[in-house]
């Protein structure tokens, strides 16, 4: 009870307060499912892990990945009494590992997650350029669909945050819809003997020279599982409903990617070679095959809602660490104003609005194209920034157990195992960049580098704050208590 009475004396007033008690589990469910961008992940990322990863080995890995998820997850929900913060795993490693590497953390997310937003943004246009060329003869360049599509994020970003939900929801449903359709049609028309059985033999998954590249493909189509933490301060009944979102969209994922992943190598003796071949193609010419032409067009359409969501998921995700921030005192204290009726930060999320514009601007002037320059290059960026605060929250949740004294198999074991594993996946994202790039580029293969000056800087700015704010350092990634 001592902690709880300390905390809340620096509960902020309701005018700093986000929405508490709005979302519920299917609320939060819908919007990190969205991030993750199920259609998107398998029209755009599957082909690649097929292609260029482990091959017949695919599903295994999934699996794999997914069990490193659960493992995290076990700790990290078991430390969600202790955080209902919008700033979700800043706030995770101030408790565990202290407020210079929280902070840390924290500018990390921040800028992950504005690259993500700017990243999907350039995806959006590209594939929305071409399907407007192709079924209404219009021809507009695609910084201006990503534009019209920013605002519509931002839009929606400035409402009541169950308004988000509701549409993520509905775009979740009907990309689900039409992937599913596509695997039940290749099972149908191939057979249930089709499905290799060897996926899922170690031999397979662990391939030597390419399990790290299969390990990175994996976890991209898991990106944006994090975000159950982000929602908690909105949550109803926070320690039960994050946990319960967190397992349910961790499996969810997880059981979509692996049963798509198995329908598609089921499609011909060769389809790692297909993949390989022809990345960008192979699910529509599955689509085309085994459904036919109108559900690839429905395809090309959910494509396009699939990535406007995961861009409206990680630009409420950049807004709350923003919002957060200013309100610790991290950032200006503007970022911590909130609309007086929706209750959402809205200076916060305006301020990501202007900045993934400006990033999508500066590619649009230098003549850069959206995918091969833009997506690609602030994907990986965002991606490595998540595996590092994602690593390091794993530690912080071990030691925050360790130092009450608490040991356990969801204290100390889950945790301690998947340090383990997501240090490894980073330790292979980090050697493989150019594969989650897909460009030779040394200036964009270069760009983890700034996640190091982003630690050096908010260890610099928490250092300065402790010696001349130590009311301000002190309340740093503060727990609201109901």
Not at 36 to 42: E, S
Not at 69 to 78: E, P, R
Not at 215 to 227: N, W
Not at 389 to 411: E, N
Request: hydrophobic fraction near 55%; charged fraction near 10%.
């Amino acid at each position: 009870m001592a902690e709880r009475t300390e905390t809340s004396r620096s509960l902020p007033g309701k005018e700093t307060e986000l929405a508490q008690g709005s979302l519920g589990v299917s609320h939060i469910v819908f919007m990190v499912m969205a991030a993750v961008a199920p259609a998107g992940g398998a029209v755009a990322i599957l082909p690649l892990a097929i292609g260029l990863g482990v091959g017949v080995g695919t599903p295994g890995m999934y699996v794999f990945v997914m069990a490193i998820m659960l493992l995290f997850a076990v700790g990290f929900t078991k430390m969600v009494p202790h955080v209902h913060n919008a700033g979700a795993f800043f706030a995770y490693i101030v408790r565990g590992l202290g407020r210079p590497l929280g902070l840390a953390g924290a500018y990390i997310a921040t800028t992950a997650y504005l690259a993500l937003s700017a990243a999907t943004a350039g995806a959006m246009g590209f594939f929305a350029a071409g399907s407007a060329n192709t079924f209404f003869g219009i021809d507009l360049p695609w910084w201006v669909y990503t534009l019209v599509g920013l605002v519509g994020v931002f839009a929606l970003g400035y409402r009541k945050i169950t308004l988000a939900a509701k549409v993520l929801g509905v775009a979740l449903v009907l990309e689900l819809l039409v992937i599913l359709v596509l695997d039940i049609a290749i099972v149908a028309d191939r057979g249930l003997g089709s499905l290799p059985m060897s996926s899922f033999s170690p031999g397979e998954i662990f391939v030597p020279g390419v399990v790290g590249v299969g390990m990175i493909f994996a976890f991209s189509c898991y990106q944006g599982f994090e975000g159950t933490a982000i929602y908690a301060e909105e949550a109803k009944d926070p320690e039960r409903t994050v946990p319960r979102a967190t397992y349910l969209s961790m499996g969810f994922i997880g059981v979509f990617f692996v049963l798509t992943s198995w329908a598609f190598l089921a499609t011909s003796d060769d389809a790692s070679g297909a993949a390989a071949e022809n990345p960008g193609g192979f699910a529509f010419a599955l689509s085309d095959q085994f459904v036919g032409s109108a559900w690839t067009k429905v395809l090309e359409v959910l494509i396009i809602t699939s990535i406007f969501a995961g861009m409206l998921a990680f630009h409420n995700a950049a807004a709350r660490y923003m919002f957060a921030l200013g309100r610790d005192g991290f950032l200006p204290r503007q970022m911590q104003t909130i609309h007086p009726q929706h209750q959402s930060p809205v200076l916060a999320g305006a301020t990501a609005f202007v900045i993934e514009t400006v990033l999508v601007l500066g590619f649009v002037f230098a003549g850069l194209d959206p995918l091969t320059n833009l997506s690609s290059s602030l994907t990986g960026f965002g991606a490595v920034g998540l595996m590092v605060l994602i690593t390091t929250t794993s530690l912080a949740v071990l030691v925050f157990f360790a130092r009450q004294g608490i040991y356990g198999w969801a204290q100390t074991v889950a945790p301690g195992l998947s340090l383990i594993g997501f240090g490894t996946i980073t330790y292979f994202a980090l050697s493989n960049f150019p594969a989650i790039t897909g460009t030779d580029s040394v200036i964009i293969n270069r760009m983890p580098y700034l996640h190091v000056l982003t630690v050096v800087i908010a260890i610099a700015v928490a250092l300065r704050a402790r010696s001349e704010r130590p009311e301000t350092y002190a309340n740093m990634g503060r727990t609201l208590v109901d």
